[in-house]
């Protein structure tokens, strides 16, 4: 599997199923190379990927990010068989540690971040070694299956290879994710916060930071959307660290996030500003940028006019 440049984030809680169809077939036409969704409070991720596959030729369906305490690892291994084997190798898994708060109202217990996920990659190997989508095992024998190494260190099956790439926010997170994984796709971050986990990942690692824009020049609009955006994000003590060691101070946090913190999470402005906020990613050593479009009338829709002017 290889990335384009560009792909497209898609919050798609709240469209109807026609309507996701109609746009990932549209993401596809404009030529972007994936479509990311989070794992939220809606759509089940995996099911979401078995969609999109289905609806699209050429799209990469990459989930941003799948919560590692939501499925033990062999359902993760059962998803990547599947939806390789469905779609010809466009699913790329996208795991992440999550937050204690999300992780606890689901009733869990949130360990210690690298270890939880170095274990949980490490389990998902062992798991391809022991199914497959190919063979009926319980008719053949539970043979061992045979598990190797392809591009970038993925898991390679006889159906190819299984990419995985986690959400990394601090640079303990970011060298794993090139250790364990195919790389990194942090969040809520700055093309400054690029620069620096190209450096900890080296050359060979995918890393791709999503970027929020939005196409207005109505600065008011756009930060009263900013600030809604990030509200959730502001609660969490994982985003307030990586952004304290962005610069910002405890000043940024109060009254909806400061007009800095807000304009470096979503960009807005014209054609050319929100194009080189994405650009400004990929010279600071971004592989492939997710865009995520929002519509300044609706923020709960995409911005088609913003992925048009930033297509190709």
Not at 153 to 172: D, N, Q, R, V, Y
Request: hydrophobic share 45%.
């Amino acid at each position: 599997m290889e990335l384009q440049r560009k792909g497209v984030f898609l919050f798609s809680e709240g469209l109807p199923a026609a309507a996701l169809a109609e746009a990932v077939q549209r993401i596809e036409q404009l030529g972007y190379g994936a479509v990311w969704f989070p794992e939220a409070v809606g759509r089940e991720p995996f099911a979401k990927a078995s969609f999109v596959l289905s609806n699209t030729d050429r799209l990469v369906a990459a989930t941003g990010i799948v919560n590692i305490y939501g499925r033990d690892p062999m359902v993760c291994a059962m998803a990547q068989q599947t939806l390789n084997e469905q779609s010809g190798g466009r699913f790329l898994l996208g795991l992440g540690v999550s937050h204690s708060l999300l992780v606890e109202l689901r009733g869990h217990a949130y360990g210690k971040p690298l270890a939880a996920m170095r274990s949980y990659v490490e389990n998902i190997r062992a798991s391809h070694a022991a199914i497959s989508v190919e063979r009926n095992l319980l008719v053949e024998g539970m043979t061992e299956q045979p598990v190797g190494r392809g591009t970038r260190g993925a898991i390679t099956t006889s159906l190819g290879e299984m990419p995985i790439i986690l959400a990394a926010l601090g640079p303990k997170m970011t060298a794993l994710s090139g250790e364990i994984a195919q790389g990194s796709h942090p969040a809520n971050t700055t093309p400054e916060h690029t620069a620096r986990a190209r450096e900890i990942l080296g050359p060979e690692p995918w890393l791709a930071p999503f970027q929020r824009v939005c196409l207005t020049r109505d600065a008011s609009r756009a930060r009263a959307i900013g600030r809604q955006m990030i509200a959730f994000y502001l609660q969490l003590p994982n985003y307030r660290n990586v952004w304290k060691s962005l610069g910002y101070t405890a000043d940024d946090f109060e009254h909806g996030g400061s007009d800095r913190l807000v304009d470096a999470m979503l960009a807005w402005g014209d054609e050319n500003a929100l194009r080189a906020r994405i650009d400004a990613h990929l010279q600071a050593g971004a592989d492939h940028v997710p865009i995520f479009s929002v519509d300044p009338e609706n923020p709960a829709l995409p911005c088609w006019r913003a992925l048009e002017a930033l297509a190709g």
